[in-house]
């Protein structure tokens, strides 16, 4: 016999108790696994969808923008003085300090042309950079070879009727469709892409480039740094790293996190109140148990062990349960949150934390309990046999 | 029979020989539970303050060309402008970072400050400060390791 | 000698003891003078009605009430001038305790509730289950160990009561009212069991309203309104 049986046959008998308990803990311990579960499946559906994409870096025409607002509102505005880059130019893309650290360079001419009477975006890429780019592009047909060969968005296809073979005039040319872009979910759907110089001649813009993508070797290259030698190069230009413009919207989750702290926080206090209340109440029930104990010689330290282990027994199983479900409900709830997203899986460390937090606040919420319980007067316990 | 002083003496000792050997349980528990939700929130709480201190603040990157005196003079009356937390020159000593609250100042004034001032400065970049510290810390990371 | 020890010629010296208690304004005494000596080995009962202050004496001698006046000399050691935690592993080394309505812990088996006094003594568990075990077949109920207390009779649940209270081997074993619920067969059956113990070499404090109970003891105290009465 040892004072950890006595703690564990109280437990076993007060199974109502010990799941009122569990419960408070459970309460506070699921809601912060869940929302911590949350933000770091969207932080990896965020990172997931920063490498897919080969271009690191994206270069486009500074313009002004005039900003409309009524009363502090912003409502829109409208951009001018757009000052489109010239082809010849972009060679010095490659003279920046870290040449070395850059990939592909990959030019875009964009413009709108009338299309079977419709009104039609034009996109030229060289699609010997632009291909190995977009890995996420998948063609129904041939990969263009000659420069009149076009490749069709998805929803432009389906507009204007193209089908892979179909011949279409734009300009003074005459476009052979080779292929049909499966949907990517972006503007390249509504597109008709074809060679860079032969749309810039359909465009009347020879010699004109709409924006850049610029992939970089590695991915822990200094992003930063060629954002800023680029934008040094060309001061007419806005670039932009990808990986910025991404984490910018992180920085929505960050704040979703703090929020998430505080709300747990709350929840775990009222667990953990929980926990004191029904621990006092169970100290009370148990004044003949205690007097009995401290009659047969136990001192106030062994009184007070028994108890608190008993909330070390209770701490864990909270926070075991609680991780358990927190996770359950992230699993559950994520589709909801993040439509394309993924659970990012089980996070053990935090499980590990999650236990630990729960053990902590289940012994400090016993701790007044379990002194006023050893402090029993055992002549006054006694007076209750 | 008789009472003998000697025959219940160890028990007698062992009564009076009761120290306190090293620290209770109830105060083992008390540290234990105490280390453990300090440390968790000396860790979560002055992250989570410092981001939401930080929410605001936008650093912008400029290049600055011209007399090294007049971007000084320019970057000193900057610093007074209200809005403006730090002006700082990077290693390169063309860049200036300055790290600015968007909800007082935004590039464009800042820009049309520059040319008041009648100092050459190109905006190379806008990104959010609280970023920009996470993108350099890892970056110098990545760059130290290899 | 050290202050917590004071010399004496007895095993239990009563030295001019009383015992108080605040009723609201007015001040009661539950013992208002007592003085007697008890002797190792010796079965001494304290008789008396209900409110006598017996029961008071019972919890002063077991080291759990303080007195509100005089001395408790066990062993030549000033009970009520040790430490809490002094007076604690007193009880546990000197005193078995049987209290009226047996007081066993309702959720540990037969076995465990013996065990319990040696749950902080560093007894080894296999140790202990022989201890147990050994006194569980003392008092007739070896068949009854893995049983719960409601699963036993008034008079067993007695026999559990005193297992406990001696396994540990106290050379003092206070009873308070052992008998008072039981039918004559099995409270017989009792004290027959406490006399072979106080043969074996048990001091034996017995408090009763029973006379019969009496005449198991080698001497009686009379109590009343608080004082001995001269015997």
């Known amino acids: 016999m040892k004072l950890y049986h006595i703690s564990y046959s109280n437990l076993k008998r007060r199974k109502g108790k010990?799941?009122?308990?569990?419960?408070?803990?459970?309460?506070?311990?699921?809601?912060?696994?869940?929302?911590?579960?949350?933000?770091?499946?969207?932080?990896?559906?965020?990172?997931?969808?920063?490498?897919?994409?080969?271009?690191?870096?994206?270069?486009?025409?500074?313009?002004?923008?005039?900003?409309?607002?009524?009363?502090?509102?912003?409502?829109?505005?409208?951009?001018?003085?757009?000052?489109?880059?010239?082809?010849?130019?972009?060679?010095?893309?490659?003279?920046?300090?870290?040449?070395?650290?850059?990939?592909?360079?990959?030019?875009?001419?964009?413009?709108?042309?009338?299309?079977?009477?419709?009104?039609?975006?034009?996109?030229?890429?060289?699609?010997?950079?632009?291909?190995?780019?977009?890995?996420?592009?998948?063609?129904?047909?041939?990969?263009?070879?000659?420069?009149?060969?076009?490749?069709?968005?998805?929803?432009?296809?389906?507009?204007?009727?193209?089908?892979?073979?179909?011949?279409?005039?734009?300009?003074?040319?005459?476009?052979?469709?080779?292929?049909?872009?499966?949907?990517t979910g972006a503007a390249e759907d509504g597109m008709i892409i074809g060679d860079l110089h032969a749309v810039q001649e359909v465009l009347g813009k020879k010699g004109i480039v709409s924006l850049v993508e610029i992939a970089a070797f590695c991915r822990d290259c200094p992003i930063t740094e060629l954002v800023l030698q680029i934008a040094e190069k060309f001061p007419n230009a806005k670039v932009t790293a990808l990986r910025q413009a991404v984490m910018a919207k992180m920085q929505s989750i960050e704040l979703f996190k703090a929020f998430s702290y505080g709300v747990a926080g709350l929840v775990i206090f009222i667990g953990s109140l929980l926990v004191f209340v029904t621990m006092m109440g169970a100290v009370n029930e148990r004044t003949r148990e205690i007097g009995i104990f401290r009659a047969i010689g136990f001192r106030r330290g062994h009184v007070m062990q028994i108890i608190l282990l008993e909330a070390i027994v209770v701490g864990f199983v909270g926070g075991f349960l609680g991780f358990a479900a927190g996770n359950l409900i992230a699993w559950s709830i994520l589709p909801v949150v993040i439509p394309s997203g993924t659970f990012a899986g089980v996070n053990l460390p935090l499980g590990g934390l999650a236990i630990l937090l729960s053990i902590s606040l289940s012994l400090l919420a016993s701790l007044y309990p379990a002194r006023k319980g050893s402090s029993l007067d055992p002549s006054e316990a006694l007076r209750a046999l | 029979m008789a009472y003998d002083l000697e025959k219940y003496r160890e028990k007698r000792e062992r009564v009076l020989g009761v120290k306190k050997r090293g620290m209770g349980f109830g105060r083992v528990a008390t540290l234990v539970s105490l280390a453990i939700l300090l440390g968790l929130g000396m860790v979560v709480i002055p992250r989570s303050i410092a981001f939401l201190k930080n929410r605001q603040l936008e650093d912008a990157i400029y290049k600055l060309s011209g007399e090294r005196a007049v971007s000084e003079r320019v970057l000193a009356e900057l610093t007074k402008q209200e809005g403006v937390r730090e002006v700082v020159m990077d290693g390169h000593g063309s860049r200036v970072v300055i790290t600015f609250n968007k909800g007082v100042l935004d590039t464009a004034r800042i820009s049309a400050f520059f040319l008041q001032q009648g100092a050459q400065a190109v905006l190379l970049n806008e990104v959010g400060h609280h970023q920009r510290l996470h993108t350099m810390k890892k970056e110098a990371e990545a760059t130290g390791g290899q | 000698?050290?202050?917590?020890?004071?010399?004496?010629?007895?095993?239990?010296?009563?030295?001019?003891?009383?015992?108080?208690?605040?009723?609201?304004?007015?001040?009661?005494?539950?013992?208002?003078?007592?003085?007697?000596?008890?002797?190792?080995?010796?079965?001494?009962?304290?008789?008396?009605?209900?409110?006598?202050?017996?029961?008071?004496?019972?919890?002063?001698?077991?080291?759990?009430?303080?007195?509100?006046?005089?001395?408790?000399?066990?062993?030549?050691?000033?009970?009520?001038?040790?430490?809490?935690?002094?007076?604690?592993?007193?009880?546990?080394?000197?005193?078995?305790?049987?209290?009226?309505?047996?007081?066993?812990?309702?959720?540990?088996?037969?076995?465990?509730?013996?065990?319990?006094?040696?749950?902080?003594?560093?007894?080894?568990?296999?140790?202990?289950?022989?201890?147990?075990?050994?006194?569980?077949?003392?008092?007739?109920?070896?068949?009854?160990?893995?049983r719960l207390p409601d699963q036993l009779s008034g008079g067993e649940q007695e026999r559990v009561a005193i297992a406990r209270a001696i396994v540990n081997r106290p050379p003092i074993l206070l009873a308070d009212e052992p008998t008072g619920s039981l039918d004559s067969e099995t409270a017989e059956g009792v004290m027959g069991l406490l006399r072979q113990l106080n043969q074996e070499g048990l001091t034996v404090i017995m408090v009763t309203h029973n006379p019969d109970a009496c005449r198991h003891a080698d001497r009686t105290i009379l109590v009343r309104d608080g004082l001995c009465l001269p015997q």
């Open chain 1, 18 to 183: 010990v799941i009122f308990l569990v419960l408070g803990l459970v309460l506070g311990i699921a809601t912060i696994v869940t929302l911590l579960s949350i933000t770091e499946s969207m932080t990896r559906d965020i990172e997931e969808r920063l490498d897919r994409f080969g271009a690191n870096i994206v270069m486009v025409p500074k313009s002004e923008n005039l900003a409309l607002s009524y009363g502090g509102i912003t409502v829109g505005g409208v951009n001018y003085a757009v000052q489109e880059f010239k082809e010849q130019d972009l060679k010095g893309i490659r003279e920046i300090e870290n040449r070395e650290n850059l990939g592909a360079v990959a030019p875009k001419v964009l413009g709108a042309a009338q299309v079977m009477g419709r009104q039609v975006l034009l996109m030229g890429v060289d699609f010997a950079v632009e291909l190995p780019l977009k890995t996420w592009w998948h063609l129904d047909g041939a990969a263009p070879a000659a420069s009149g060969d076009l490749v069709a968005g998805a929803e432009a296809a389906a507009a204007l009727h193209l089908a892979v073979g179909d011949v279409l005039p734009l300009g003074p040319r005459t476009f052979r469709v080779t292929a049909i872009l499966q949907p």
């Open chain 3, 1 to 146: 000698m050290p202050a917590k020890e004071q010399a004496a010629q007895h095993l239990i010296e009563i030295r001019d003891i009383g015992k108080d208690y605040q009723v609201g304004a007015n001040t009661v005494s539950a013992i208002r003078h007592m003085h007697f000596q008890v002797d190792d080995g010796e079965f001494i009962s304290i008789m008396g009605q209900s409110g006598s202050g017996k029961s008071t004496l019972l919890a002063v001698l077991g080291g759990l009430n303080h007195p509100s006046r005089g001395q408790v000399l066990v062993d030549s050691l000033d009970v009520y001038g040790l430490s809490s935690e002094q007076r604690a592993d007193f009880r546990s080394e000197y005193i078995g305790i049987i209290f009226q309505s047996f007081q066993l812990i309702p959720y540990l088996t037969v076995l465990e509730n013996i065990k319990l006094p040696m749950a902080i003594t560093g007894i080894s568990a296999k140790e202990q289950d022989g201890m147990a075990r050994s006194v569980l077949e003392k008092v007739g109920l070896g068949a009854k160990a893995p």
